[in-house]
């Protein structure tokens, strides 16, 4: 009898011992992939706001431009590309390509529009940067831009520019939103080329890597699983009165 009160005994200290153990680790696991999302978060609003404080500007010498989501839409893209975008001349500090003679580059920020979370490049925050050895860097006294078009200073596909690069996975949605000196946002155009912004604010959301896994096979939750894991971060990055 005394033995088996003392198995009894230990079996319940086994119990709450492992109960304390994994409690440990679903905690560390929960931490450890929210720090994930604003390790990501950071990383992505650093660069971006690096490529827009180094912006260059000349009055009818470079364009500027800004497309929303309902603009693309409209415009009728390819469904990839039918999300927001900001396309500017900067002198970046992270030119994607070597042997650039000047360290101006033609950057380009995108997040792909993938409703069936299919592509390789879904959920991913996609920069694009050309610099002057590309065949593509052509924005000096060129305000056309558009869908697609080699001849454009700017596009939303890669026909004038180089290929995009992943920077941090797991984004769900990515917007812009130019502002003058008033404060008053501006507007924005698939057509051609946008005002230039005194500000320009960044909203970028995203998830920790367990919660996309879920998202990506969630079905007829994939709303709601959304909903309940996605951080949004907004930064607000000023670039002066050029332009203005």
């Known amino acids: 009898m005394e033995m088996v009160v003392a198995l009894a005994v230990f079996m319940i200290l086994i119990a709450i011992v492992l109960t304390f153990y994994e409690t440990v680790f679903e905690v560390s696991s929960t931490s450890r992939n929210s720090?994930?999302?604003?390790?990501?978060?950071r990383v992505a609003l650093d660069i971006i706001s690096r490529?827009?404080?180094?912006?260059?500007?000349k009055n009818e010498m470079t364009p500027f431009w800004n497309v929303s989501k309902d603009n693309a839409e409209a415009a009728g893209w390819d469904k990839q590309y039918q999300n927001d975008l900001i396309a500017f001349v900067s002198a970046t500090p992270l030119p994607q390509n070597e042997g650039n003679i000047s360290p101006l580059c033609e950057i380009k920020y995108q997040l792909f529009n993938d409703p069936d979370l299919s592509e390789d490049t879904a959920g991913w925050l996609l920069r694009s940067a050309t610099g002057d050895n590309s065949d593509s860097w052509n924005f000096q006294y060129n305000f056309t831009a558009g869908g697609t078009g080699a001849g454009n200073a700017f596009t939303a596909d890669n026909s004038?520019?180089?290929p995009y690069h992943k920077l941090i996975p797991n984004v769900t949605d990515l917007k812009f939103t130019c502002r003058g000196i008033d404060g008053s946002s501006l507007g924005t155009s698939a057509a051609g080329t946008t005002l230039f912004p005194y500000s320009i604010s960044?909203?970028?959301t995203l998830m920790d890597d367990v919660s996309w896994k879920k998202y990506i096979t969630g079905g007829a939750d994939k709303e709601l699983i959304e909903q309940q894991n996605s951080r949004t971060f907004t930064k607000t990055i000023f670039v002066g009165e050029h332009g203005q």
Do not use: H, K, P, W
């Open 202 to 204: 960044v909203e970028l």
């Open 160 to 162: 004038s520019s180089e």
């Open 51 to 57: 490529d827009i404080q180094c912006i260059y500007y």
């Open 35 to 41: 720090s994930n999302v604003f390790s990501n978060a």
